[in-house]
């Protein structure tokens, strides 16, 4: 066999290889779930990938903090939603944000003072709630009832109220999910942080509280982010670097005014550029919002997402 002849069929045996190898990964990236692929991107802090919070879930078309509420997020590709948990009388979990019944549903009185049992009696109302909602035919979901929605389909912030932190991390323990879920907490000490070694967690640092950020105090856990809350746009100017610099992400909220000083919604619904694109300049790469839908149609025209 003449030199070239070894030579061509070496190269064509690379290239055979080196396109398996490519077929190969492209299989693997394809066979990631839904969870997974948003589990790489949490993991990994980068300017231009801006990951899309909904606050409270997408609650436009269904009642907040509730099991059709998840379902649209999934279904708009939403990357994370924010939902609040509460603890019955008889120690079950269940997903509402107030204290009380009485904006959302069409009972009264506090969510501790009654059973699973007598929740499960009342319907939720439309959106937000109030006065004037309408009811729907849904009911208040328990925490696994949620996370059976949330399961392999979207990650989770649990915004667990009072004393159910520690229950919560323990429910979510319990069924598996420790990597689908994100905790969040202010003002922790050092012990109660180490609780949170096995799953996703991120400090909330508020800038009222005075408390000067030092990133490495956090490092024990492992956050996958930072909440930062700021009246004054230099408190995100002055941290974002070293936050984004030390591999973390970045969160802000944008639902009112006083979360990200002036960077509201309501504000970047007339001029996104200015709001949530200023956020994005600064280093912000993880957004809760109240107008998930409209903040990922700004993303991705930006190519952000």
């Not at 603890?87 to 009380?100: C, K, P, S």
């Not at 439309?126 to 208040?140: F, N, S, V, W, Y």
């Not at 096995?198 to 000067?212: I, K, L, N, Q, S």
């Not at 004054?232 to 936050?243: C, E, V």
Request: hydrophobic share 40%.
């Amino acid at each position: 066999m003449s030199p070239n002849v070894v030579v061509g069929t070496c190269i064509a045996f690379l290239v055979a290889i080196s396109a398996w190898n490519l077929s190969q990964a492209g299989e693997a990236a394809h066979s990631l779930s839904p969870v997974e692929v948003l589990r790489q991107r949490l993991e990994t802090s980068k300017p231009d990938d801006v990951m899309v919070i909904a606050h409270r879930a997408c609650w436009h078309q269904a009642p907040e903090d509730s099991l059709p509420a998840i379902q649209d997020c999934i279904d708009l590709g939403v990357d994370m939603v924010e939902i609040d948990v509460q603890i019955t009388a008889d120690n079950q979990l269940v997903i509402m944000h107030d204290e009380t019944v009485d904006r959302t549903t069409n009972g009264v009185g506090h969510i501790g003072d009654k059973t699973l049992a007598e929740l499960k009696t009342l319907y939720l109302k439309e959106g937000q709630g109030g006065d004037r909602a309408a009811l729907t035919a849904h009911k208040i979901p328990t925490l696994e009832e949620a996370l059976a929605v949330i399961r392999g389909k979207i990650l989770v912030n649990l915004d667990a109220k009072g004393e159910t932190l520690f229950p919560t991390l323990e429910a979510v323990r319990h069924l598996g999910m420790t990597k689908e879920v994100l905790f969040k907490a202010a003002n922790l000490s050092q012990q109660d942080m180490t609780q949170f070694k096995d799953v996703y967690f991120m400090p909330v640092v508020r800038e009222v509280d005075g408390t000067p950020l030092d990133v490495s105090t956090y490092q024990g856990v492992h956050p996958v982010a930072f909440e930062i809350v700021f009246e004054n746009p230099g408190y995100l100017q002055r941290h974002a670097k070293d936050i984004t610099g030390n591999g973390h992400r970045l969160w802000v909220n944008t639902m009112w005014a006083g979360l990200a000083a002036s960077y509201t919604d309501a504000s970047a619904l007339q001029d996104p550029d200015a709001h949530w694109g200023y956020l994005v300049t600064q280093g912000v790469n993880m957004i809760q919002t109240d107008e998930p839908q409209t903040l990922l149609d700004y993303l991705k025209a930006k190519k952000l997402r």
